[in-house]
């Protein structure tokens, strides 16, 4: 009787403790560190870089006008002195100093040339009067000449037919030579007198010149053209402008007076990922200065044409973003981290990076726990950040995948889709 109980009980307990294995075996699983469970959420493809806050909208100063002015010859100028950023000016009020070190260089050099030129100007009108007067009186001599022949040609009216053909040959001799003297006379004033015009013209564009020098050294003291707060420019090399800077007609911006309420976020996003950026996509913006805040935002400007970055082998785009403030007072300078949406999918199925393997053949898959089994998966994807792959087919929300590969990886076969 006792035997035919035990051996009634002995299959029912090996069901029950096989359950039991299966029970806690399946419960561990889902607290192994290298298991997941595929969900389903919100898929964003992000392009993130940081920038700079900049204004849209700003008053310019810049190098005086003069400077711009090619007979100047001044091809960059040194700022000695300028206020501090972020100071708030009205208008006229000071604002930077330049170096009149260079203008009073020029000045003198322009005052020495009109010194030489007014010279040669002198000479030229004395050497003129001078070949003239002698001009003038190989004419007169040449028109004696000419009377003399006359003469000699009526008294040889009683000579010999030879004696009065040699009177007319040396008549007509000397009328020949006093008109080639007037033609003579003729070019030479001319000659004389475009030297002499030459000669004043380079004493009136020295003289201007001058002029233009003196009023520059009364406008090397800048001065704010708006109300407003100053705010560096960068030059040429992407540093801020400040003293000891060079500045010149093919950089003259000094500082800006920005507009507060036009605040854009500046960045510069590397041409492998430009293509992705258009306007309209929404930003998340963090600003340094409010390291607890969000800001939202939207691309407003995509660059065309890229600029190679300093002392790396790429090129970057600039890329302007519309910030909204959300009430807090942004300012220039300030430096920004920006995430730009490229994408975003909601529900859509998702699965960490670590959990997605790559065959020889591109072929994706995962390493997929069912119960005590491990399968490996082909799966289809359609898009991809840095945490996730989005999952179009192949497994399914709430099956559990595995982060790194099992032990007998090697030996499964690849369940195809």
Do not use: C
Not at 45 to 58: F, R, T
Not at 61 to 82: A, G, K, N, Y
Not at 395 to 407: C, H, N, Y
């Amino acid at each position: 009787m006792k035997k035919n109980i035990w051996q009634l009980i002995a299959p029912l307990g090996l069901v029950v403790v096989t359950l039991v294995v299966y029970a806690l075996a399946t419960r561990e699983s889902d607290r192994e560190p290298d298991v997941v469970r595929v969900e389903k959420g919100t898929f964003e493809v992000v392009v993130s870089a940081s920038g700079e806050l900049e204004a849209l909208e700003y008053e310019q100063i810049t190098i005086p006008d003069v400077l711009l002015d090619r007979t100047i010859r001044v091809r960059h100028i040194q700022i000695t002195d300028m206020i501090r950023e972020g100071t708030v000016v009205s208008r006229g009020d000071y604002v930077a100093t330049l170096d009149p070190g260079e203008v009073e260089d020029r000045l003198r050099q322009a005052q020495d040339r009109l010194e030489m030129y007014l010279n040669n100007l002198e000479n030229n009108r004395i050497d003129s009067s001078l070949v003239l007067s002698d001009a003038r009186d190989a004419i007169r001599q040449a028109r004696d000449q000419v009377l003399d022949m006359e003469i000699r040609l009526e008294q040889s009216a009683f000579e010999s037919e030879a004696v009065q053909r040699q009177a007319q040959i040396s008549l007509e001799r000397a009328e020949r030579d006093y008109q080639q003297r007037h033609r003579n006379y003729t070019q030479t004033r001319r000659r004389l007198e475009l030297r002499i015009r030459r000669a004043m013209d380079n004493v009136k564009e020295t003289e201007n010149e001058i002029q233009v020098i003196e009023q520059l050294k009364q406008d090397l003291r800048i001065t704010a053209p708006a109300d407003g707060m100053v705010v560096y420019a960068r030059g040429n090399d992407g540093q801020k402008i400040r003293v000891g800077s060079h500045v010149s007609r093919w950089n003259p911006l000094i500082a800006t007076l920005p507009d507060l309420s036009t605040i854009q976020s500046v960045v510069d996003v590397k041409e492998i990922d430009i293509a992705k950026i258009r306007p309209g996509l929404p930003v998340r913006v963090r600003i340094d200065a409010f390291p607890d805040e969000r800001f939202t935002g939207v691309v407003k400007r995509v660059a065309n044409i890229g600029q190679e970055q300093s002392n790396d082998f790429f090129n970057v785009f600039r890329v302007e973003i519309e910030v909204n403030p959300e009430g807090r007072t942004l300012l220039p300078g300030m430096t920004s981290s920006n995430n730009i949406v490229v994408e975003s999918v909601r529900d859509a199925i998702i699965v960490p990076r670590l959990a997605v393997f790559t065959g020889s053949d591109n072929i994706r898959y995962v390493f997929k726990r069912e119960g005590l089994s491990v399968v490996k998966q082909q799966i289809r994807t359609s898009g991809e950040n840095d945490n996730f792959f989005k999952v179009v087919d192949g497994i399914e929300e709430g099956d559990r995948v595995m982060l790194t590969p099992p032990s007998n990886a090697e030996t499964l076969k690849l369940v195809s889709l």
